[in-house]
């Protein structure tokens, strides 16, 4: 199969992960030309998946090449939401829901007679449970004809059998360490965002704190540019840091299972987590360890044998921050359904007596940065297609938010939603 390259000089728009981009979407391009039916891309949050594939996306579409992109939610486990998905991204097929087994036979049946090329994007597997809708993506993939390829994007195991085509050498699966930014890639972005050139000593401090994390290294620039002293500025940033709180507590934490979630504030004291560690605890240290591989935590290394695994520094930091948050609230805070609302900018002098004062803090303080950026282009008119391509991440994404901004401000639509931000001036 003959795909053009993704590559193009002036094609790509100046952004936090440029530079990751030309690499992958190099790799990306050789791989199709050389008949590989998957590119999968899983990985926790904040590497760029969804801003790669979109990217991806874009290119192939300015060089001819039919590109679909399917945002997958939870909702698409139900028959009837799926089907209306792959009705609206229909990908030029002739489709009939008049019945499920029908409708997949046919879509299947004309995947496999495709001759032109086609590359499907599916963002958000990690929703998908139902073993129905995962044999139907599995058929899709194995009995399409070779004119079509696949992007799969996961926070965690994606659930279907890719061992097949790993072994045939049809599978390209970038690792973490590639989906992560260089020294290089930081000192080029330093250089877009802060305006000058990040000396050998900064880009050094903030690779050893963020691992090159893509969404730290961001937060870690930002912090940089509101300082007056940046090297000092940049011992003091930590997973404590307000911006990468709200992060990790929207896009992470609170996606993982409860008892993951309970499990990680025990072992949270250093960022090695070992079975002998664990075995003086409890008895089902590799299951656990299963569990941090498969859902997707922030680890920089996770051993083969499941014997041992690091976490991202900063996660581990954010980590020590919840736990020593929830042994104080215990005490403090009466009400334990309204944790957003303590700011944890200074938690380590002040967090008693934000707790105290967490009543009388008025609502908009519980909107993150990204929930008042969502309000702010949703009274512009903008939909959620076009919410998420202007900020780089996917639908699910957008709806995931829009859902905490409903719950926070006591409203169960967007009208009613901006009328109220805008009476408390958030936007």
């Given at each position: 199969m003959v795909v053009p390259h993704l590559l193009t000089t002036g094609h790509f728009?100046?952004?936090?992960?440029?530079?990751?981009?030309?690499?992958?979407?190099?790799?990306?391009?050789?791989?199709?030309?050389?008949?590989?039916?998957?590119?999968?891309?899983?990985?926790?949050?904040?590497?760029?998946?969804?801003?790669?594939?979109?990217?991806?996306?874009?290119?192939?579409?300015?060089?001819?090449?039919?590109?679909?992109?399917?945002?997958?939610?939870?909702?698409?486990?139900?028959?009837?939401?799926?089907?209306?998905?792959?009705?609206?991204?229909?990908?030029?097929?002739?489709?009939?829901?008049?019945?499920?087994?029908?409708?997949?036979?046919?879509?299947?049946?004309?995947?496999?007679?495709?001759?032109?090329?086609?590359?499907?994007?599916?963002?958000?597997?990690?929703?998908?449970?139902?073993?129905?809708?995962?044999?139907?993506?599995?058929?899709?993939?194995?009995?399409?004809?070779?004119?079509?390829?696949?992007?799969?994007?996961?926070?965690?195991?994606?659930?279907?059998?890719?061992?097949?085509?790993?072994?045939?050498?049809?599978?390209?699966?970038?690792?973490?360490?590639?989906?992560?930014?260089?020294?290089?890639?930081?000192?080029?972005?330093?250089?877009?965002?802060?305006?000058?050139?990040?000396d050998s000593t900064l880009i050094d401090g903030i690779q050893k704190k963020t691992m090159g994390w893509s969404a730290g290294v961001t937060a870690a620039l930002q912090a940089l540019q509101q300082a007056q002293e940046p090297k000092s500025s940049l011992q003091q940033f930590s997973g404590r840091d307000r911006g990468l709180v709200s992060y990790f507590r929207e896009n992470v934490f609170s996606r993982l299972g409860t008892e993951l979630q309970q499990f990680l504030l025990t072992f949270c004291e250093n960022p090695l987590i070992s079975l002998a560690q664990i075995d003086k605890i409890r008895s089902d240290g590799v299951r656990m360890m299963e569990a941090i591989e498969s859902q997707g935590v922030l680890t920089t290394e996770i051993a083969r044998d499941r014997s041992y695994c690091h976490l991202l520094p900063l996660f581990q930091e954010f980590l020590n921050l919840e736990a020593q948050y929830r042994r104080t609230s215990e005490t403090t805070v009466s009400d334990h359904d309204k944790p957003n609302r303590v700011i944890y900018a200074d938690f380590d002098s002040h967090h008693r007596q934000q707790a105290t004062q967490a009543e009388s803090w008025p609502m908009v303080e519980s909107l993150t940065n990204r929930e008042q950026q969502l309000l702010q282009l949703i009274s512009d008119g903008d939909t959620n297609r076009e919410i998420a391509e202007k900020l780089f991440i996917s639908e699910q994404t957008v709806k995931w938010h829009l859902n905490k901004v409903y719950a926070k401000l006591g409203v169960k639509n967007r009208t009613t939603a901006v009328a109220k931000a805008r009476s408390c001036c958030a936007i």
């Amino acid at each position: 199969m003959v795909v053009p390259h993704l590559l193009t000089t002036g094609h790509f728009e100046q952004g936090p992960l440029q530079e990751i981009e030309r690499r992958l979407c190099r790799q990306i391009s050789e791989s199709l030309t050389h008949g590989t039916k998957v590119v999968s891309l899983r990985a926790p949050a904040g590497y760029g998946k969804t801003t790669l594939a979109r990217q991806s996306q874009r290119l192939l579409e300015q060089q001819g090449v039919d590109c679909r992109y399917l945002s997958l939610t939870a909702q698409h486990n139900k028959r009837a939401a799926f089907v209306d998905l792959l009705q609206r991204n229909s990908c030029r097929l002739e489709t009939c829901r008049q019945n499920f087994t029908r409708f997949r036979n046919l879509i299947i049946d004309q995947l496999d007679c495709r001759q032109d090329t086609l590359v499907i994007v599916l963002d958000g597997l990690e929703h998908i449970l139902s073993r129905e809708i995962q044999e139907f993506i599995s058929r899709m993939i194995f009995s399409s004809s070779a004119a079509v390829t696949f992007m799969l994007l996961s926070r965690t195991e994606l659930p279907l059998p890719l061992s097949e085509l790993r072994m045939q050498g049809r599978l390209l699966e970038p690792t973490l360490q590639q989906l992560s930014l260089s020294d290089s890639e930081v000192g080029e972005l330093g250089a877009r965002i802060l305006g000058y050139k990040l000396d050998s000593t900064l880009i050094d401090g903030i690779q050893k704190k963020t691992m090159g994390w893509s969404a730290g290294v961001t937060a870690a620039l930002q912090a940089l540019q509101q300082a007056q002293e940046p090297k000092s500025s940049l011992q003091q940033f930590s997973g404590r840091d307000r911006g990468l709180v709200s992060y990790f507590r929207e896009n992470v934490f609170s996606r993982l299972g409860t008892e993951l979630q309970q499990f990680l504030l025990t072992f949270c004291e250093n960022p090695l987590i070992s079975l002998a560690q664990i075995d003086k605890i409890r008895s089902d240290g590799v299951r656990m360890m299963e569990a941090i591989e498969s859902q997707g935590v922030l680890t920089t290394e996770i051993a083969r044998d499941r014997s041992y695994c690091h976490l991202l520094p900063l996660f581990q930091e954010f980590l020590n921050l919840e736990a020593q948050y929830r042994r104080t609230s215990e005490t403090t805070v009466s009400d334990h359904d309204k944790p957003n609302r303590v700011i944890y900018a200074d938690f380590d002098s002040h967090h008693r007596q934000q707790a105290t004062q967490a009543e009388s803090w008025p609502m908009v303080e519980s909107l993150t940065n990204r929930e008042q950026q969502l309000l702010q282009l949703i009274s512009d008119g903008d939909t959620n297609r076009e919410i998420a391509e202007k900020l780089f991440i996917s639908e699910q994404t957008v709806k995931w938010h829009l859902n905490k901004v409903y719950a926070k401000l006591g409203v169960k639509n967007r009208t009613t939603a901006v009328a109220k931000a805008r009476s408390c001036c958030a936007i």
